[in-house]
């Protein structure tokens, strides 16, 4: 595909007749004629390719070669040396322009970022206009291009290429030639049948040896063919191989098993990995994916997408995705790709029999300890009704009654939250945050809210997460926590005077609570999470575990730092934002 623009004498070698001249001159402006109509034709029909990137570098492609075609046809039919030299100007910038239009549709078809990186766009848009540059101010340095009229055997313009010509078409043949490789790396990774789009792409690269053989010999006119060869492949993809063009991007997007259907649901192309997985799919072509695989069939747009599959004696587990492609009005076909998330089924399967452990384990807490606490605080009132008791001891043992019923409730909590959230909703941090001081005994702490987030969550959850940090930060915010699972030496420090800062996280998804207490010492971050650490004499030690749980369950991540004012700050991580 490299196209450094027409070479062409207004005829052709000076020993053909004129009666042969003018047959052969019918026949080139034909076929170039042609070629830009079926150019501009083909580009109406791109709407029908799904991927956005490549319908627009396909698009610029088609336009820029039949540009380019219609100025061949110009520069044949051009009464004037001014008229032809302008059609051969404008076609050595089309020929340039669609150079660019080739790279950038191969590398968005191969699933490349090339065209997308600011880098090399800009690098393209510079070199651009440097060779723009070159063309166009040739009459000035005569490096590119001369023209000589000439009258024999009939009066026509000859023109004679420069040495920036060569240049500039060795640069052009060398950046096509990345296209083409891009396309062939793709065409051998990937295990569908991607002859016939392999010998579309071979097609455009034929007219280069048209060129040569117009260069070096009278057998052709000494022309530039490329268009005629764009025009071939515009019509292969658009209106014959379009299904098979989508397919096989899409197959590539991927190293997974994939069957391609085409517009009845019937199996019209497998890749090996797919025939590994599933023997059956081997002489499946033509046949219905329901009578090939019915449990995958059924799988698509169920409620279950995942397919268990026995492998060598082993279950795997994958899900089951249809992607069609085409247009919303016109479907031309689909592909089922078999995505292996075994380990992550394996370990929601794990999470599930984790909760019903955990399910089991709330009863028992709730129940059968619940019930004998009741029975002994109920016989507790009956004896101090019928007896003179000790006021120290009566007050030791309501505490103690308190904290066991503390302590069910916090068990209660970690095990009910820690299961993984299903019901999520669209929350604001600023209203959860002011929602939640209000439930909390804050005394003379103040709260601040820097700036407003939106995100999903579960908000009875979120609810206890907050509520938990901000009775840490008051707890602790009047000296150094000290992590530990005894209580015994504890001293209650409340901080009734600190103050609290929440806010969205400058450099991820994600919020922060912050105090400006005396913070937690670097090498106690790691243990503030866990069951029963804890530095007040009233503290239970599950309040920052039941926050570790929450986060967890929601699938974010949690991490204790340093707040600007040397306080605690805590930073979830890994939210889902909502526009």
């Known amino acids: 595909m490299a196209i450094s623009g027409l070479k062409y004498a207004a005829a052709v070698h000076t020993v053909m007749p004129l009666e042969?001249?003018?047959?052969?001159?019918?026949?080139?402006?034909?076929?170039?004629?042609?070629?830009?109509?079926?150019?501009?034709?083909?580009?109406?029909?791109?709407?029908?390719?799904g991927d956005r990137d490549t319908r627009r570098g396909l698009g610029a492609l088609v336009l820029t070669s039949g540009g380019w075609a219609t100025t061949h046809v110009g520069f044949l039919v051009s009464p004037t040396d001014s008229l032809k030299l302008g059609w051969y100007v404008v076609g050595l910038v089309?020929?340039?322009?669609?150079?660019?239009?080739?790279?950038?549709?191969?590398?968005?078809?191969?699933?490349?970022?090339?065209?997308?990186?600011?880098?090399?766009?800009?690098?393209?848009?510079?070199?651009?206009?440097?060779?723009v540059a070159v063309k166009v101010t040739n009459p000035l340095h005569h490096g590119y291009f001369t023209t000589t009229a000439v009258e024999a055997p009939f009066p026509h313009l000859s023109v004679a290429t420069g040495p920036l010509h060569w240049v500039a078409m060795g640069l052009s043949y060398a950046l096509a030639f990345v296209g083409y490789f891009m396309l062939l790396e793709l065409f051998t990774e990937i295990d569908l049948d991607t002859r016939p789009l392999a010998a579309l792409v071979a097609v455009t690269g034929l007219p280069v040896l048209a060129d040569l053989v117009g260069y070096a010999t009278p057998l052709l006119v000494d022309i530039t063919y490329e268009p005629l060869g764009v025009a071939v492949f515009a019509v292969g993809v658009v209106f014959v191989?379009?299904?098979?063009?989508?397919?096989?991007?899409?197959?590539?997007?991927?190293?997974?098993?994939?069957?391609?259907?085409?517009?009845?649901?019937?199996?019209?192309?497998?890749?090996?990995?797919?025939?590994?997985?599933?023997?059956?799919?081997?002489?499946?072509?033509?046949?219905?994916?329901?009578?090939?695989?019915?449990?995958?069939?059924?799988?698509?747009g169920s409620d279950d997408p995942v397919l268990a599959v026995q492998?060598?004696?082993?279950?795997?587990?994958?899900?089951v995705v249809e992607t069609p492609y085409g247009t919303a009005k016109t479907t031309l076909g689909s592909t089922v790709t078999f995505a292996d998330v075994t380990e992550r089924e394996q370990y929601r399967q794990e999470l599930e029999r984790q909760n019903e452990r955990l399910d089991t384990f709330a009863s028992l807490v709730s129940h059968d300890i619940r019930n004998p606490l009741n029975v002994a605080q109920g016989r507790f009132e009956l004896l101090r009704e019928n007896t003179d008791l000790d006021d120290e001891n009566v007050?030791?043992?309501?505490?103690?009654?308190?904290?066991?019923?503390?302590?069910?409730?916090?068990?209660?909590t970690l095990a009910r939250h820690g299961q993984q959230v299903e019901q999520w909703d669209a929350v604001r941090l600023s209203t959860v945050?002011?929602?939640?001081?209000?439930?909390?005994?804050?005394?003379?702490?103040?709260?601040?809210?820097?700036?407003?987030?939106?995100?999903?969550?579960?908000?009875?959850?979120?609810?206890r997460l907050f509520e938990n940090l901000f009775r840490n930060a008051i707890e602790h915010g009047s000296t150094n926590p000290r992590p530990s699972s005894s209580h015994e030496d504890a001293v209650d420090h409340t901080g009734a005077d600190v103050s609290v800062t929440v806010g969205p996280l400058d450099d991820s998804p994600g919020f922060y609570v912050a105090d400006d207490g005396p913070g937690i010492p670097a090498g106690e971050r790691d243990h503030v999470f866990e069951?029963?650490?804890?530095?007040?004499?009233?503290?239970?030690?599950?309040?920052?575990?039941?926050?570790?749980?929450?986060?967890?369950?929601?699938?974010?991540?949690?991490?204790?730092?340093?707040?600007?004012?040397?306080?605690?700050?805590?930073e979830i991580e890994g939210v889902v934002l909502v526009e």
């Open 241 to 300: 191989s379009l299904d098979r063009f989508d397919a096989v991007q899409l197959a590539a997007e991927r190293d997974v098993p994939v069957v391609a259907l085409d517009a009845d649901g019937r199996v019209r192309d497998t890749n090996r990995t797919a025939r590994n997985l599933f023997p059956s799919l081997a002489t499946a072509v033509g046949d219905p994916l329901e009578s090939v695989l019915p449990e995958a069939a059924d799988r698509l």
């Open 20 to 49: 042969s001249f003018s047959f052969v001159y019918t026949v080139y402006v034909v076929l170039f004629a042609l070629a830009a109509v079926v150019c501009f034709a083909s580009a109406t029909r791109l709407g029908r390719i």
């Open 395 to 412: 007050a030791a043992i309501e505490r103690s009654f308190d904290r066991i019923e503390t302590l069910i409730d916090e068990i209660l």
């Open 311 to 319: 492998r060598d004696g082993q279950t795997q587990y994958f899900r």
């Open 94 to 131: 089309l020929g340039l322009a669609a150079v660019g239009a080739w790279l950038y549709f191969c590398s968005a078809y191969t699933n490349r970022t090339y065209h997308r990186n600011p880098t090399y766009r800009r690098l393209a848009v510079g070199l651009f206009v440097a060779l």
């Open 433 to 463: 945050a002011e929602d939640c001081w209000t439930m909390v005994a804050t005394g003379e702490a103040e709260l601040t809210v820097e700036a407003d987030l939106v995100f999903e969550a579960n908000p009875d959850r979120l609810n």
């Open 531 to 570: 069951v029963g650490v804890t530095t007040s004499d009233d503290g239970t030690g599950f309040g920052l575990a039941i926050v570790a749980q929450i986060v967890a369950a929601h699938g974010w991540t949690i991490r204790v730092t340093e707040s600007a004012t040397g306080g605690a700050r805590f």
